[in-house]
Structure formats: C-alpha cells, structure tokens
Nanobody
Framework: QVTVVQSGGGSVLPGGSMTLSCGTT???????MGWFRQNSGTERQFVAA????????NYAGSVKGRFTISRDNAKNTVSLQMNNLKPEDTGVYYC?????????????????WGQGTQVTVSS
C-alpha cells in the first residue's frame, strides 16, 4: 500500500509564489512523480512530472518557465515551486506517484494519488 501525502496550498495574489510538497508513505519503491490540477467539472490536467532520479522533468506549456518540480529522495519529498502565479493557475492540485521511475503526463499512468489541495490565485 502506498499513500501520497500533500502539504501546502492556499490563496495568493497574482504574481505571487507558492510551494506545494508531497511524499509517499508505505511500500518503498521507485516512483515517478507528477502534479496535476483540476477545476470543477473538468478533468485533471497535467502540470509537471519528474523521474525517479529527478534528472528528467516535463511541464505543461502553460506553466513552463514559471513552475519547477524537484525531488529529494533522501527526504522523500517532491516539491512544486510555483512562481508568477496567474488566476488561471487556480484549482485543486494533486500529487501523484507511479510505479517505475519514468516521466508520464497522463493521469491514467499514475496509480497513487494525494488528497488534493486548493490553490487560489486571486486579487
């Protein structure tokens, strides 16, 4: 059993910054990690992903250059640093883990999901 635990989130002004974090508990393994966001009535959208070693990352075009995903396996932590936030970044953000270390952008490729955290960007 693997559980993904998230922290962070809240409200921020446009142009502000925020960091989300997550980690896994339970069965140790090699996991690729990703972040997705979802708004009411829409499917979960890919935001960013990182490989097990952190040497490969991928970003949605809308966040490239503003968001940075990183991981510290020694601390079992994956972070999403979000800068220059825009109102359209608002949503519930989910951290997800997938068996195997590769990068994937499809939600169906992830087996384990965090509880989700609300991020609101508004003036």
């Amino acid at each position: 059993q693997v559980t993904v635990v998230q922290s962070g989130g809240g409200s921020v002004l446009p142009g502000g910054s925020m960091t989300l974090s997550c980690g896994t508990t339970g069965r140790a393994g090699i996991y690729g990690m990703g972040w997705f966001r979802q708004n009411s009535g829409t499917e979960r959208q890919f935001v960013a992903a990182t490989s097990w070693g952190g040497d490969t990352t991928n970003y949605a075009g809308s966040v490239k250059g503003r968001f940075t995903i990183s991981r510290d396996n020694a601390k079992n932590t994956v972070s999403l640093q979000m800068n220059n936030l825009k109102p359209e970044d608002t949503g519930v953000y989910y951290c997800a883990a997938r068996n195997g270390g590769g990068v994937r952008i499809g939600a169906d490729d992830y087996e384990y999901w965090g509880q989700g955290t609300q991020v609101t960007v508004s003036s």
